[in-house]
């Protein structure tokens, strides 16, 4: 079943493992198959040296495990409320990488200080309110999601993907879990750009948003150019 997604979502959390934004086993990435309603996950603490492709889990919209020997991330619950409200997004990723989980725990956005960041993320990461006392004790990992959710009910989840929950650290989304892994490297090399940037200098101003305009729909917009055409003659 999903044998394809299965192959993606394995291949891309090996990446993020590779990539060095997580150790342990801290970290997951997950994918769905929007006609099937159905999404595939990184198995809950299994480590990445000693995981298989076998290990995925499949997953309904609802949390129940359609197919696969072990339990679902413990984050799955987050996966799925953004999937419901993010309908444009196919692959997420999470981490505790180093630098992008400082300002989740400083509370503080990643501030667009420049065009490395403005290539992916059309202005700050955005970092969540806390959570309160009675989120964090009732459904923890769904509150998770609809703090994430509620963040985002003034910005756009494409042009911005990705965000930082307080006190706990990224997650990330693209059109594939490969995507989404890819994001979440940019988001980690942007945050310690950040980081480097306010400590040269405090009170440095974000980017213009006339530079900010050019970076991102350069790369994403109507009329992009960044990057190889596919001839199709060929």
């Known amino acids: 079943m999903l044998e394809k997604i299965k192959k993606e979502v394995y291949e891309a959390n090996l990446e993020l493992a590779k990539s060095g934004l997580v150790i342990l086993t801290w970290g997951n990435v ?3 198959d929007r006609e099937k309603g159905l999404i595939v996950i990184k198995p809950s603490g299994v480590d990445y040296s000693s995981m298989k492709l076998e290990d995925m889990v499949v997953v309904d919209m609802k949390g129940n495990v359609v197919e696969g020997k072990h339990t679902p991330s413990s984050d799955l619950l987050t996966h799925i409320e953004l999937y419901k409200n993010f309908p444009n997004i196919h692959g997420i990723t999470h981490t505790h990488s180093t630098f992008a989980t400082s300002f989740a725990q400083a509370g503080e956005d990643i501030v667009v200080f420049g065009t490395t ?8 990461v955005p970092c969540t309110e806390k959570m309160s006392k009675e989120e964090i004790e009732n459904n923890y990992e769904l509150n998770t999601g609809k703090i994430i959710v509620r963040t985002f009910k003034d910005k756009d989840y494409e042009s911005i993907p990705a965000v930082l929950v307080h006190s706990h650290g990224p997650f990330i989304w693209g059109k594939s879990a490969r995507e989404s892994v890819e994001n979440a490297i940019i988001l980690e ?8 940037t306010k400590t040269i200098n405090p009170h440095q101003e974000r980017i213009s948003q006339d530079l900010l305009d050019k970076h991102y729909h350069r790369k994403h917009g109507k009329n992009a150019y960044y990057g190889q055409k596919e001839n199709k003659d060929e």
């Open 30 to 32: 997950s994918q769905i």
């Open 117 to 124: 960041h403005a290539d992916t993320f059309y202005g700050n």
């Open 189 to 196: 090399e942007v945050s310690k750009i950040a980081y480097l």
